[in-house]
């Protein structure tokens, strides 16, 4: 499991998901812990949730301890990848 950290409760960028995704490409299961993150950007959710769900389809993430606009946000790139995904097959979030 991988805590999510950031030291004023709120992760917003594109750059901070990239940093966090590159250490858990080589994952086949990702848990990320929002513990004490009260808000995420848009940029930062769709990046993980979307970009990197599409580019590595066979990683499963599962966001844990997510506050309600954390879950919101996490729930708009979802929802997202799911529009863009070709029928029959997307990646796994749970």
């Known amino acids: 499991m991988h805590h999510v950290e950031h030291g ?3 992760l917003v960028t594109r750059s ?5 995704t590159s250490l858990q490409a080589s994952h086949a299961h990702v848990n ?3 513990a004490g ?12 949730f979307r970009v990197f769900a599409q580019a ?9 301890n997510t506050a309600p606009a954390v879950a ?7 929802a997202a990848r799911a529009a863009q995904a070709p029928q029959g ?5 749970d």
Do not use: N, W, Y
């Open 89 to 93: 097959g997307s990646a796994t979030t």
């Open 16 to 20: 901070q998901a990239k940093r966090l």
């Open 72 to 78: 919101q946000m996490i729930k708009r790139a979802v």
């Open 37 to 48: 993150i009260t808000e995420i950007g848009q940029a930062f959710a769709d990046e993980i």
């Open 8 to 10: 004023e409760g709120k």
């Open 56 to 64: 590595h389809p066979q990683i499963r993430i599962t966001p844990l």
């Open 32 to 34: 990320l812990d929002f």
